[in-house]
């Protein structure tokens, strides 16, 4: 008797419920998140305050908002390396403008949001151009603005510090837009959680950014791109306008994160910034990007500027050394990049 031949097509079989969840990118974030809040429970006594709810989410904030476009950007198989100083050239493009003209704040938030497109915008355009590497375009713009941000204002003011605009026209309402702060649950028993706006920005931007990347055909260029440019561009997708608008968004965010750090201390440093940009990136590597791009997850690069909150006010509560902080998260991007890579196989594999 003739052994009956099966015609089913495993290739189009679903995949059992491990697989889908191994596949979304943002699961071992998760995993990471619940890990390290079990562990700073335990050892810092300090860490379980309600109270501190605020300041861990307002700390991953200044990571998150950045790290929502940036794994985007990695998605769409590219990198910025200037992410991080152009923060700070935002703030003090804004801060000088309406100082050195006298102009009203707003103005001078406006003027800082064209100079922040116009860097984003100038990158995908150089990188299309050019044909090299983003790591070596945006390499080259890193240190431009890095030495802009020390050499403008020296030059203007002899100062490696921006001017204090809290006396200036303009500068209330615009810190009620992009610094304030708001007290939840306050009693006579609890002092309350305090919400900076800045928290509510980046859940904007990741809720936004996780639609658009999930639901809409911008969000399936953003993969194609990122997964294999010929063939996408092959295929009709627009790849050079998906990645000037990446760039683009790469620079919005960032002028939405220099107006927060300008309007909350009415100043900013000339050298803030510099090595944020690899916070960004490891976030979104934990979050379950991949640096070929094509595979990531905006949800999970949240979770990883979330990771990152918790660990940097954990450590101080547990008394530990806070120079530990780089070397942990460098630890943290290598053994990410290899689970990442693990779950992937095991989801292809179901």
Same mark, same amino acid.
């Given at each position: 008797m003739s052994a009956?031949?099966? #015609? #089913?097509? #495993?290739?189009?079989?679903? /995949?059992?419920?491990?697989?889908?969840?191994?596949? /979304?990118?943002?699961?071992?974030?998760?995993?990471?998140?619940?890990?390290?809040?079990?562990?700073?429970?335990?050892?810092a006594p300090a860490f379980r305050g309600l109270a501190n709810v605020g300041t861990i989410l307002y700390q991953a904030s200044a990571i998150g908002?950045?790290?929502?476009?940036?794994?985007?950007?990695?998605?769409?198989?590219?990198?910025?390396? %200037?992410?991080?100083?152009?923060?700070? %050239?935002?703030?003090?493009?804004? %801060? +000088?403008?309406?100082?050195?003209?006298?102009?009203?704040? $707003?103005?001078?938030?406006? *003027?800082?949001?064209?100079?922040? *497109?116009?860097?984003g915008f100038a990158n995908g355009w150089l990188l299309h151009r050019t044909r090299l590497p983003s790591f070596l375009v945006t390499l080259g713009t890193y240190f431009v603005l890095q030495g802009a941000n020390l050499a403008v204002p020296r030059l203007i003011d002899n100062?490696? #510090?921006?001017? /204090? =605009?809290?006396? +200036?026209?303009?500068?209330?309402?615009?810190?009620?837009? !992009?610094?304030?702060?708001?007290? !939840?649950? /306050?009693?006579?028993?609890?002092? &309350?959680?305090?919400?900076?706006?800045?928290?509510?920005? $980046?859940?904007?931007?990741?809720?936004? @950014?996780a639609v658009v990347l999930t639901r809409t055909r911008a969000g399936n260029w953003i993969f194609a791109s990122g997964g294999d440019a010929e063939? @996408?561009?092959? %295929?009709?997708?627009?790849?050079?306008?998906?990645? =000037?608008?990446?760039? *683009? !968004?790469? &620079?919005?965010? @960032?002028?939405?994160?220099? +107006?927060?750090?300008?309007?909350? !201390?009415?100043?900013?440093?000339s050298n803030q910034g510099v090595g944020n940009e690899f916070i960004y990136i490891i976030a979104a590597v934990v979050g379950g990007c991949l640096l070929t791009g094509g595979f990531g997850s905006v949800i999970g690069a949240s979770i990883g500027a979330l990771i990152y909150g918790m660990t940097n006010l954990g450590i101080t509560y547990a008394g530990?050394?806070?120079?530990?902080?780089?070397?942990?998260?460098?630890? +943290?991007l290598v053994l990410a990049t290899l689970i990442n890579m693990w779950v992937r196989r095991q989801a292809e594999r179901r």
């Open positions: 009956a031949v099966s #015609t #089913t097509d #495993t290739r189009t079989a679903p /995949k059992s419920p491990i697989a889908a969840l191994l596949g /979304k990118p943002e699961v071992g974030a998760l995993i990471g998140a619940i890990a390290i809040c079990v562990l700073f429970l335990s050892v908002i950045m790290s929502v476009p940036v794994a985007l950007l990695m998605i769409g198989g590219e990198f910025d390396l %200037s992410a991080g100083v152009a923060v700070t %050239s935002s703030a003090l493009a804004a %801060s +000088m403008l309406a100082w050195e003209f006298n102009f009203n704040v $707003w103005v001078g938030i406006l *003027l800082a949001l064209a100079i922040s *497109l116009a860097v100062n490696v #510090t921006s001017p /204090k =605009i809290d006396d +200036m026209a303009g500068f209330d309402s615009a810190h009620a837009v !992009f610094a304030s702060s708001h007290t !939840f649950f /306050k009693s006579d028993s609890f002092e &309350g959680v305090t919400i900076n706006v800045s928290v509510l920005f $980046w859940v904007a931007l990741t809720v936004v @950014a063939a @996408a561009r092959a %295929s009709g997708v627009p790849v050079v306008r998906t990645k =000037i608008g990446l760039f *683009l !968004f790469v &620079g919005f965010c @960032a002028w939405l994160l220099g +107006m927060h750090t300008l309007l909350n !201390f009415a100043t900013v440093q530990w050394n806070v120079d530990w902080l780089k070397t942990f998260l460098g630890i +943290m």
